[in-house]
């Protein structure tokens, strides 16, 4: 479980000054119990991690987003009066969500970890962008540029959230990766900001990454590879 402590230390009150951790819903303290092994992880990486509960999510909304805000890391749950919350969990039996969620939770903090690092948006080192989009509209060529630097972004992401789960709950890895491609091989549109499914086919084997110790260090070679073959 995640100790209340724990909670109370790291829930930022951005969103509602006098939000305590026992004025939590049920199901925020069941997602943030879940999080809480990637939580505790981004304590002894020293990131900076604030937790935002929105009181009132937007349509569309997702469960776990992260955001940036001067130099801190926003990690925003919005859960509570969404009635698409749990849509990305739908037919997996609650006991078994577990799992999933924590991988969520690591896709999260992965940015959070990219952004602290100062490469947010940037390629590997030695990976040289070659071609040149070309369009009458430069509002188009500016968010194609967009959608291209954070479908990257999520690539690494969702390799990260799977190197976690092969260190953290390696009995739950085939899992993991089903319903992880399952959900990416729903993407509307191909090459779309969350189109990732290059680098997740990489993934299968979880053995691909090689040591487990650092998740998030850990996969830079397969997110090359994908790279390689998106571009």
């Not at 990257?152 to 992401?157: P, V």
């Not at 509307?188 to 290059?198: E, Q």
């Not at 979880?206 to 998030?216: D, L, R, S, V």
Request: some cysteine.
């Amino acid at each position: 479980m995640f100790k209340p402590l724990l909670l109370a230390a790291l829930l930022a009150t951005t969103v509602a000054p006098t939000l305590h951790a026992a004025e939590l819903t049920a199901l925020e303290k069941r997602w943030l119990s879940a999080a809480g092994p990637v939580l505790a992880y981004s304590q002894q990486l020293k990131l900076p991690l604030d937790i935002t509960v929105q009181p009132q999510p937007r349509p569309g909304d997702v469960p776990l987003a992260m955001g940036f805000d001067k130099g801190r890391c926003k990690l925003v749950m919005s859960l509570r009066n969404n009635p698409d919350a749990e849509a990305v969990l739908a037919d997996i039996p609650e006991a078994q969500q577990g799992a999933l969620i924590e991988a969520m939770a690591a896709h999260e903090i992965a940015h959070c970890w990219r952004y602290v690092q100062g490469v947010w948006h940037a390629l590997p080192a030695g990976f040289v962008e070659v071609g040149e989009e070309r369009a009458l509209d430069a509002s188009l060529l500016a968010a194609s540029k967009a959608m291209r630097e954070t479908r990257r972004e999520e690539g690494f992401a969702d390799l990260a959230a799977l190197a976690w789960t092969r260190r953290n709950n390696p009995d739950e890895y085939a899992r993991v990766y089903r319903w992880l491609s399952g959900v990416r091989a729903k993407v509307a549109v191909p090459r779309s900001s969350h189109d990732t499914r290059a680098w997740v086919k990489l993934a299968s084997d979880g053995a691909a990454f090689g040591k487990a110790e650092a998740p998030f260090d850990n996969v830079d070679g397969l997110w090359r590879e994908g790279l390689l073959a998106t571009e």
